[in-house]
């Protein structure tokens, strides 16, 4: 008994399945997490190594090399970076796709341990790590008001964070900006050399001097009591107090040689939200939590905040991942509404039957709720941008089978009246049982090779595949199962339903058998024909669109980093900030500014309004922005980007220069730029030449100071008391520490000079400090970046106006003009690195998919040659790609090329139900074989067109992209539509041309070996 039948004879059964569906699909919508991008195990691991105060050439010699070369030999390693700073080494291990990160981690560390023998022996802790998604902060909240920034700091340290670190979800909150407290105790040089105290006694003074140190216990009778000695201050005014030296009868306290002032920590940074200076918190959230659920927690704990008890601050929303995400689905879903509704109504304008149009209404969300179904039991499968867009994609697609079979249902119907309505749906759903079959099994089948798709481009699009994958398999039972039993009850035809009453697409029908009889009437037409379209196919090739990795997404958010000459203070930077604040303050589209302030840099996080209410993108924004700050002097760099979709960081174009001398790289760097600074499109371009912030280098002469009677370390303590400042003690108040730090007051250090002249108190002598040492002012690298154990500089720029292909295309014969020493090179790296392994891997998942296709045809058909007639509208349908990517001025990217392998699935749908129907009529002997092709068409026509129709309607929305975040998929729904358009026409017209040609070679061999074999016998 097959589905249908079973189906019709057993209505109450599929009622309970299909509400059995309803239900377990409902739950199972609910109980999927929700977010912006599916979840990807990134198998990348980090080692970081600190050794404070080595320079970063002297890093990488003695920390960042050894570690490199006993890594190397770890097995799946893909690449090696390093980055190499002033006491800090980071080496990020990226392994091979596929590579279990959990045993590539084990093996890093046994490996460090073995390095860590070549180490110095008092560098400090080197530690291995893999790296986490979720450590990327998902919310950022600015917090102002209040009376000062130092109030500000502590409630929100003490107040605001852990309220937030409460709600479900939340992994952690960090907080930045504000002043912390701090004690500064601020030393006059001139009276410790008048008294003959060092620096370093007021240190020990401080050290000893204020501490609570436990005494043991004592036993009194039945009572045991703890001892402690109470030995801290307890008011900032007593640190003065605290005794330093005896001289005679007169004690020397702190307050005699110092002042004791009660003030903040140096400010690092500076924090501003919309102008206001703020205290930021970055949120992050645990693995697996929800982002919207925190963001909603997160928010509801500030409104409680804010209502109860500090009603003076502004708690301001300045970053929320989960806003793009909500109106991201909320676009799937509102598309996915959309195409199905269109492809609902012109159901009804082909059939004009209202009951087929209810069956096939039902159909629709019965599919759709089971798919989520086979989601959930899909371990770590979410809903996002991936899944609900596949959805939203492959809604047309859902239809395609329903529509075979209720149109065949239908026809049956209306050529069989008398025919019981049982008999009629039976027949009609097992007509086309295996072309729908082997239709389903092919837009499987093209899914499958993107599973094996290395990178992140296979691990993201696989979501995608699975859940237009999941949809078909649904709507395949649903077709044979649904659609059947509600036809037999349901589905009426009246009189007046007969294709001779549609005057519209009976004279559609008309002009293609004639169109069609005209041409394969004559084989000159034919041959011209034929000819004619593979020419168009070789012009599509030439006029094909220049090449980038992923689409833009307008997601209403840029930034802007800034730098200025390295060291520049935090006042100046913040005086440039100011202005560039000013100017994005006259763009009314901008809701959001965010300054993060640092010494010789700084960061904008802007934020626009919602994409339906501004009239222009964010990329006009950001230019708007590039023109303004011209006219703001001191900027030394400056680069605007938006949040991109891939793997990576940095500027979309990237040339890296590999060598071993500075000098030599810094060079080369500087040919590249002067060659291609010219280039259209390229903005921000960069050098990559950076030597860093200033800096003093005291070289000690170790003769003269071991005839003082000190030793390095000595001297190298007393400049940095002196200068910088020494932790003492800490200072206790209210269950809350805060840092004492002992140091020159800052007019004997503010200046190279006075650095120079600094005097130095030992053992009762004083000595200026140049008199030992000698000082170097110079400048050195911030940060040496190594890749594959080669050092490297990074000559990169971002794009406006033009797409990356053309202007790599453009760059790379400018690129051979140089002519590079041995040892020496660059080649692309960032986005067209990425770019172009996704597109070999997904050129090769291409072909695995065409195979697989041609495969099912070829057992669907029995015949080898037959499938290849059908395959010939796959590279044909690039023709209606290439006008359509070009008409609505796309570039061809990474999602076109996943169109291209739904196409490869889809438009050999129709072609199947042509031919096989073209097949079924020459075998029963219905005429000749045009007799049978033109037939065959007539019969097939309206199905193919409402397929074809549905699935490009399905798809318009997208294709128009309506709704935040579907620019996304815009190319790729492009990509299909015209694919879909072109190859329709190629199924109704070429395949027939393609047949009676293959067919006629077919006869012409077996007549010719005919006459061999009869010759030979005679």
């Avoid at 509208?873 to 996943?898: H, K, M, Y």
């Amino acid at each position: 008994m097959s589905l249908p039948e079973l189906s019709i004879k057993k209505p109450i059964t599929i009622l309970m399945i299909v509400v059995a569906l309803f239900f377990i699909g409902y739950l199972s919508l609910n109980a999927l997490n929700i977010d912006l991008f599916p979840n990807i195990d990134f198998p990348v691991a980090f080692i970081q190594a600190v050794y404070p105060g080595v320079d970063p050439a002297e890093m990488e010699n003695i920390v960042t090399i050894p570690i490199e070369d006993e890594i190397s030999t770890v097995s799946n390693i893909d690449k090696i970076d390093s980055y190499s700073v002033e006491g800090f080494s980071q080496i990020v291990v990226q392994f091979k796709w596929g590579q279990d990160i959990d045993f590539g981690a084990i093996d890093l560390r046994e490996k460090t341990d073995i390095a860590k023998r070549e180490l110095p022996r008092d560098i400090e802790n080197v530690t291995v790590s893999k790296f986490d998604i979720n450590s990327q902060p998902v919310m950022s909240i600015s917090v102002s008001g209040g009376t000062n920034l130092v109030d500000l700091r502590t409630i929100v340290d003490e107040e605001v964070k852990p309220a937030i670190e409460r709600v479900e979800g939340v992994g952690a909150a960090e907080v930045s900006g504000g002043l912390e407290r701090e004690i500064h105790v601020n030393v006059n040089p001139d009276l410790l050399e008048e008294l003959g105290i060092p620096i370093g006694d007021i240190v020990k003074a401080l050290s000893s001097d204020n501490m609570n140190v436990p005494s043991g216990d004592l036993t009194d009778g039945q009572f045991k009591y703890l001892i402690r000695t109470e030995g801290e201050v307890e008011d900032v005014r007593e640190i003065g107090n605290i005794p330093v030296k005896q001289i005679g009868p007169a004690i020397i306290k702190i307050s005699d040689v110092a002042q004791v002032v009660d003030t903040y920590k140096d400010i690092t940074s500076i924090g501003r939200m919309n102008g206001k200076p703020s205290v930021n918190i970055s949120i992050k959230k645990e693995s697996g939590a929800n982002p919207v659920e925190v963001s909603d927690g997160v928010q509801a704990a500030l409104k409680d905040l804010k209502k109860n008890r500090f009603k003076d601050l502004e708690f301001a929303i300045g970053r929320d991942g989960s806003d793009f995400i909500r109106d991201s689905i909320n676009m799937v879903k509102s598309n996915a509404l959309t195409g199905a509704l269109l492809a609902t109504i012109v159901l009804f304008l082909f059939l004009k039957n209202f009951r087929s149009t209810i069956i096939i209404a039902i159909a629709i969300p019965v599919s759709i709720i089971a798919t989520f179904s086979m989601m959930y039991l899909k371990e770590g499968m979410t809903l996002n941008l991936m899944t609900l867009g596949g959805l939203a994609l492959g809604i047309g697609m859902l239809l395609d089978n329903s529509i075979v079979v209720l149109e065949n249902v239908y026809r049956h119907f209306v050529e069989n009246p008398n025919k019981d309505n049982e008999v009629n749906s039976k027949e009609g759903s097992e007509e086309v049982s295996m072309p729908v079959l082997a239709s389903t099994l092919t837009t499987i089948a093209v899914f499958a090779p993107i599973g094996f798709v290395p990178d992140v481009v296979g691990e993201i699009f696989f979501n995608l595949s699975l859940s237009i994958v999941f949809a078909l398999i649904s709507s395949y039972f649903v077709a044979f199962t649904v659609i059947p039993a509600l036809s037999a009850r349901f589905l009426k035809v009246g009189s007046n339903e007969k294709e001779s009453k549609e005057p519209l697409f009976g004279k559609i029908k008309e002009i293609y058998s004639k169109f069609l009889y005209w041409i394969i009437s004559s084989k000159k037409r034919l041959g011209i024909y034929f000819v004619s379209v593979i020419a168009c196919f070789f012009i599509s090739i030439l006029l094909f669109p220049p090449s980038e990795f992923f689409p833009k997404m307008d997601r209403g958010m840029f930034t802007i980093d800034v730098k200025l000459a390295e060291g520049t203070t935090i006042e100046k930077v913040d005086k440039v900030c100011k202005s560039i604040e000013k100017q994005l303050g006259e763009i009314k589209e901008v809701q959001k500014v965010v300054t993060s302030i640092s010494l010789g840099s700084a960061n904008f996080l802007i934020t626009m309004s919602p994409v339906d209410e501004r009239n222009i993108t964010t990329e006009y924004a950001m230019n708007v922005m590039r023109e303004k700050v011209k006219e703001i002097p001191n900027i030394k760099e400056i680069s605007f980007s938006e949040p991109k979709m891939g793997p990576g960081g940095g500027k979309p174009i990237q040339i890296n220069v590999y060598g071993e001398e500075f000098d030599k790289i810094e060079f080369y760097c500087k040919e590249i730029y002067n060659k291609i600074k010219d280039v259209d499109g390229l903005k921000d371009l960069t050098d990559g030449v950076n030597r860093g912030r200033p800096e003093v280098k005291i070289h000690i002469n170790r003769d003269k100071i071991r005839d003082l009677g000190f030793n390095l370390s000595e001297i190298a303590m007393a400049v940095r008391t002196s200068v910088y400042g020494s932790i003492a003690s800490k200072f206790k108040e209210f269950n809350k520490e805060f840092d004492i730090r002992v140091k020159l007051e800052d007019k004997y250090t503010d200046s190279v000079k006075k650095l120079q002249n600094l005097r130095i108190l030992h053992k009762g002598k004083v000595f200026v400090l140049s008199d030992v040492a000698d000082l170097d002012l110079s400048y050195g690298y911030t940060s040496i970046e190594r890749k594959d154990k080669r050092r490297k500089l990074t000559v990169e720029s971002d794009l406006s106006g033009r797409p990356m292909g053309a202007i790599i295309k453009e760059i790379m014969p400018k690129l051979k003009e140089i002519n590079f020493e041995p040892g020496y090179s660059a080649e692309f790296g960032g986005d067209e690195e990425d770019r172009k392994k996704a597109f070999i891997n997904l050129g090769i998942a291409l072909i695995a998919a065409i195979f697989l296709v041609y495969m099912i045809m070829a057992s669907q058909f029995e015949s080898l040659v037959e499938p290849f007639i059908i395959m010939f509208t796959i590279p044909l349908s690039v023709i209606g790609v290439v006008l359509f990517l070009n008409i609505f001025n796309f570039s061809f990217s990474v999602t076109a090329i996943i169109g291209i392998i739904m196409l490869a699935g889809i438009v050999v749908n129709n072609g199947i139900l042509l031919v096989d129907y073209i097949n079924l009529l020459r075998k029963s002997g219905t005429g000749s074989m045009n007799d049978a092709i033109i037939s065959a068409g007539l019969i097939r026509i309206r199905p193919i067109f409402m397929t074809a129709s549905t699935t490009i309607l399905g798809m318009l929305p997208l294709a128009l992209g309506i709704g935040a975040g579907s620019d996304f998929y815009q190319p790729l729904a492009i990509t299909v539509v015209g694919g879909l358009v072109f190859s329709t026409f190629l199924t109704l017209t070429f395949i027939p041309v393609t047949y009676i040609i293959v067919e006629g070679i077919r006869e012409y061999f077996k007549n010719f070996f005919n006459r061999v074999f009869k010759k030979a016998r005679v």
